[in-house]
Every structure is written in C-alpha cells, then in structure tokens.
C-alpha cells in the first residue's frame, strides 16, 4: 500500500466554477477524513466517514460542499460555485479508528480566481 | 468548543534540546496528538497520550498534564531536518477526531 493518494495534486479554478477532489485511502483503514488548512493555520475538520456513512460534518461545511463515500472507499469532496474564499489545501486523512494516527495524504491545493 | 494554544514560532541550535508546548481547554478529553509537518507537505504523525506521564520514542517525546490542560513535544539532538511546524491536537466528546492547533514553526539551525 502507498498510503493516502489525493488527486488532483493542485486545482485552479475560476470563481463561480464547481471542482471535484478525489481520496483514496489506506486500504485497511475504514475510517476517511476531510481537512481544510490555509497558510499558517493547523487543519481544520470538515467531515468523517466511517465506512460509507458520513457520521460528522462540521459547521465550516456550507450547502456548497458535499461529499461521499459511496462503497466506503475512495471518497470524493466537491465545492459548488467557489468562492475565493475557498482557496486553502484540502487534506484528506485514514484511519483504522481509536488511538492510531491519522495517515494524511498530501493534498490538493485549491486556488479560485 | 476546544481552545489549543501552542507558540508560534520557535528557533534552536543543532544539536540542543527543544521543548514545544501546548496547553488546551476541552471537555470529553479523548487524547492528543502531536504532527510535524514539513512545508508543502501533509502533516506526519508523531506521538498520541492519553494518559499522564511521558511517552518516549526515539529522539522525540511527548507529555501529558490532563489535570493541567498541557502538553509538551521534546526534541532531543536536534537535526537540520527537524525545521517544520509542529501541530498539537486534542480529540475530545467521544470522538477521535481531533482539532488541531495553529502549529508551532521550528526553525534549526547551524
């Protein structure tokens, strides 16, 4: 196993425009989870799947994003009419639950214009 | 809501010891986590307590007060390398999922 893959590596994207972010996990790890951090700030959560059930979603997580994990898998996260706000690296990270560490991938950096 | 505090920056010599703190104000306390994260990088784990007392591996340790609401990550002979940011995190309300602090960048040098 490589560990957590991420794709795309960077993302520019036009205001107003959707994007899709992909997460392939640990494949022993059941548990996937979806970070933002912006330069200079530790990550901040943004939701958890335990399998294919999103269990938690936190309050950073506007109507503009969803995000799936369809056969408790891979996951996908989408952001519908970025804002520049939005512009941050989106980690995603696994686990196999309890005391272990998270895994992170390395990111897709998000810039909107 | 948890409130993480941990120093912004700190510089040290090859070679020393280096003590980065954290202190935390939570309920449900669940364990805390220290990362380092190299610039561009993800952040790597590094260490977990959940009990007090001083957890040791290698030329890096980790300590907890949970009566006191701190926590410290100790780095011993310090290397070039070691320069990154280190993220102190507190899971907590029977979740494992922590929230992270701000990071504190450590910069080494000759």
């Known amino acids: 196993d490589t560990g957590v893959s991420q794709d795309p590596r960077h993302k520019i994207t036009k205001r107003g425009q959707n994007v899709t972010f992909r997460c392939d996990p640990i494949s022993e790890h059941n548990r996937l989870y979806w970070y933002r951090q912006t330069l200079g700030q530790g990550p901040e959560f943004l939701t958890y799947f335990q399998n294919e059930a999103q269990l938690e979603k936190s309050r950073l997580l506007s109507d503009r994003f969803s995000a799936e994990r369809p056969k408790g898998s891979f996951s996908t996260l989408e952001i519908q009419r970025t804002e520049q706000g939005d512009s941050a690296m989106y980690l995603c990270?696994?686990?196999?639950?309890?005391?272990?560490?998270?895994?992170f991938g390395s990111g897709t950096r998000l810039t909107v214009v | 809501g948890q409130n993480i505090d941990q120093p912004t920056e700190m510089t040290a010599t090859e070679g020393a010891i280096v003590q980065i703190n954290c202190t935390y104000q939570t309920s449900g306390f669940n364990g805390l986590f220290w990362y380092q994260q190299h610039a561009g990088e993800a952040p790597t784990f590094l260490s977990y307590?959940?009990?007090?007392g001083l957890e040791e591996k290698g030329r890096f340790s980790s300590f907890l007060s949970r009566s006191k609401g701190y926590s410290y990550l100790l780095l011993k002979e310090l290397q070039m390398k070691d320069s990154a940011s280190y993220l102190c995190?507190?899971?907590?309300?029977?979740?494992?999922?922590?929230?992270f602090g701000r990071g504190t960048s450590l910069i080494v040098h000759p």
């Open positions: 990270a696994s686990s196999r639950g309890g005391a272990d560490g998270y895994t």
């Open positions: 307590n959940v009990l007090d």
């Open positions: 995190a507190v899971a907590s309300g029977g979740s494992y999922i922590p929230t």
